[in-house]
């Protein structure tokens, strides 16, 4: 059962749970040459840490500490509470919009530069000064501060009261592969509300790569942010001065988040991604409850490559977890089992140098069996196998008819408000936008389920293109290929030109077609050894992010993909280091490592497809993200229910 819920029709994973699994070596069988190793992002740790560290130190003695929610989580990861305390921090709160109870006479705030919660650290200073309360104050924004922010101090009237200073924390990295700015704002601020103030803040995160692991001999990109934020970048290496030094990745590739909404709102089936559907990853850790820890209380976990036991089933498609899970209890009781028989000699060195590590392979084992578990409960619970069928069909285009119906029923029976807008936004995606009757019925049977406050999310919605109507002209665009075989080429030609005029910003269909995201269901997909990155989306679809990386990587530019760009609104670049491109660096190891930033957040499924891609083709993917995204947390960025 565990199998058939996760799998496309067709596609199969060797039947048996207890079958031998073999690792995911197995994907890299086909690999030409090896992939690099990738650089030693640690020093970004590093670097942040003594930057904090020095600017506690500019407000000397005893202080305390208000961090902002959202930094708690990085912070942690950065500096824990021992090394604040060796720099005098007395007491930390958690910053929540409240009066203050802190005795303390020096007070230091670290936060976003917003402009809501300077409002709040400007009361605090009012009411002290209201009250003859002398307290010196420091305001720390990170990853920078904006002018909104201190014009704000000024209007309040204690611009001259506080001291501000900037923490240039911009890159915490996840994993060896993974790097995320943890700004989750950037996505609605630039794509909905079109506030710009991250470009600047993408572009110098992208310098600080640039300047500790660069130069970049090529930078490829695709987006209208992508877009600034390489101008802005170049604007800062030309400003900075220029060392030589030998580089440790070789190319940078910018792409938009909406470049390829569609991704983000399919269905994650590779464990990483369900496990941060369903448990929500966190700053690269997760709170397993009760349910998977088989004890009373709930466990935070790092979920990262030292993981063993996670580091081997993170990028497999779940059909294949249990499987590999039971092998690999088996395996385990086979390394307890040689303690029989053993002399006193044997038993010593097996205690001293393999128990640890078994122990602790089997408390991770116990883990991650936990979580399966629980993922299995919740999603056939949930009927998965219908709705991803229905995911499947929308991609596909097949039998939209019937997606309508079962997306009518999963509003009516209000089974999720978040699910039930992502299958909407889907199918307008897919369908380039809705016929008229349809966006009409369901918009209001939508709002009769989950409340008509939710109008402006469909306004939200409809100006990022995600759920749309046709217009009268975009519904012939579908026609377009049999009005060619009624009319010469010339005249469908100019026809095409006036439809295309019309169409609105979906062209997924297209798209489809032309980079064959759709991989045909000639037999079936063997998920134990899938051959292209639609096994993580159980065959049925090649994320289109990562194709576009790959066709770009293939060609080296973008040239032979006009009609792909045309479909995805232009604003492509592809550059060589060196105005004159003449400056042609031997081929490297670093030549095959590739930083791929997201703008505007990345889902694990699409690290999954990287990772992949990499493997066969013997590169090095480091993903830099403004955040780890998936659909519920678009989705709920977009979600404006005010009443």
């Known amino acids: 059962h565990t199998q058939q819920c996760f799998r496309k029709k067709g596609s199969s994973s060797r039947d048996s749970c207890e079958s031998l699994w073999l690792p995911s070596a197995l994907m890299a069988l086909s690999s030409r040459r090896d992939a690099p190793e990738p650089p030693d992002f640690s020093l970004l740790k590093r670097l942040a840490r003594d930057q904090l560290i020095y600017l ?94 201190e014009t704000v101090l000024e209007e309040q009237g204690i611009y001259g009261d506080v001291s501000t200073d900037e923490w240039a924390f911009y890159l915490l990295p996840l994993d060896d592969d993974i790097i995320s700015m943890e700004l ?15 470009v600047t803040t993408a572009a110098r995160a992208l310098h600080l790569l640039h300047s500790l692991y660069g130069p970049f001999s090529k930078a490829y990109g695709i987006g209208r942010c992508a877009k600034m934020t390489y101008e802005t970048w170049r604007e800062l290496v030309e400003e900075g001065e220029q060392k030589s030094q030998q580089p440790e990745i070789g190319s940078v590739f910018l792409v938009d988040r909406d470049v390829d909404f569609v991704t983000s709102l399919c269905s994650q089936v590779v464990y990483e991604g369900l496990v941060d559907d369903i448990f ?87 883990l991650h069996i936990g979580a399966s578990e629980s993922i299995m409960k919740k999603k056939t619970k949930q009927d998965f196998q219908e709705l991803l069928k229905t995911e499947h069909s929308l991609l596909e285009g097949f039998d939209i008819r019937e997606c309508i119906a079962y997306i009518e029923e999963h509003i009516d029976r209000q089974v999720s408000m978040i699910d039930s807008l ?32 939710h109008l402006l999310t469909f306004a939200n919605l ?94 080296d530019s973008w040239t032979g993909m006009e009609e792909v760009t045309r479909l995805l609104n232009g604003n492509e670049f592809a550059v060589t280091a060196g105005s004159n491109g003449t400056e042609v660096r031997p081929r490297t190891d670093s030549q095959n490592i590739i930083l791929v930033m997201f703008l505007g957040g990345c889902t694990y499924s699409e690290i999954s497809a990287l990772r992949f891609l990499g493997r066969e083709r013997g590169y090095k993917f480091i993903v830099v993200t403004t955040a780890i995204t998936n659909s519920a947390r678009l989705l709920e960025a977009l979600v404006d229910s005010r009443a």
């Open 280 to 366: 929500r990853i966190k700053c690269g850790s997760v709170q397993f409850g009760p349910d998977v820890t088989s004890s009373e209380k709930s466990l935070k976990v790092m979920l990262n490559s030292q993981d063993k036991v996670f580091n081997e089933i993170r990028n497999e498609h779940f059909s294949n977890v249990f499987g590999f899970l039971s092998q690999k209890a088996r395996n385990l009781q086979t390394a307890y089992d040689k303690r029989r028989g053993m002399d006193i000699q044997q038993m010593k060195t097996f205690v001293s140098e393999e128990l640890k590590g078994l122990k602790q392979e089997h408390r991770l084992l116990s």
């Open 56 to 149: 506690l130190e500019q407000l000397p003695g005893k202080k305390d500490l208000f961090i902002e929610a959202d930094l708690m989580s990085p912070l942690d990861r950065i500096a824990n509470v021992s090394t604040l305390k060796q720099h005098e921090v007395d007491k930390l709160y958690k910053l929540d919009n409240k009066p203050i109870v802190s005795l303390c006479d020096q007070l230091c705030f670290l936060i976003r530069p917003r402009i809501q919660t300077v409002k709040w650290i400007a009361e605090i200073v009012n009411v002290d000064k209201q009250a003859g309360r002398f307290r010196r104050y420091k305001i720390i924004f990170t990853p920078q501060k904006f002018c909104a922010c």
């Open 462 to 555: 409809r100006q990022l293109g995600l759920l749309v109507e046709q217009q009268p002209g975009e519904t012939l665009t579908a026609m377009e290929s049999k009005v060619g075989k009624l009319v010469n080429d010339k005249t469908a030609g100019k026809l095409t030109d006036a439809f295309s005029s019309l169409a609105k910003k979906g062209n997924f269909r297209g798209l489809s077609k032309k980079l064959a995201l759709v991989p045909k269901s000639g037999g079936e997909y063997d998920l134990r050894t899938p051959r292209d990155m639609a096994y993580i989306f159980s065959g049925a679809y090649i994320p289109l992010s990562c194709k576009l990386i790959e066709q770009v990587l293939e060609r």
């Open 184 to 198: 989750p704002e950037f996505f609605r601020d630039n794509f909905l509300e079109g506030d710009q103030r991250w």
């Open 422 to 453: 992502r299958l909407l936004c889907l199918l307008s995606l897919t369908e380039n936008g809705l016929l008229p009757k349809d966006y009409r019925s369901l918009k209001a049977q939508y709002l009769q389920s989950y409340g008509t406050e």
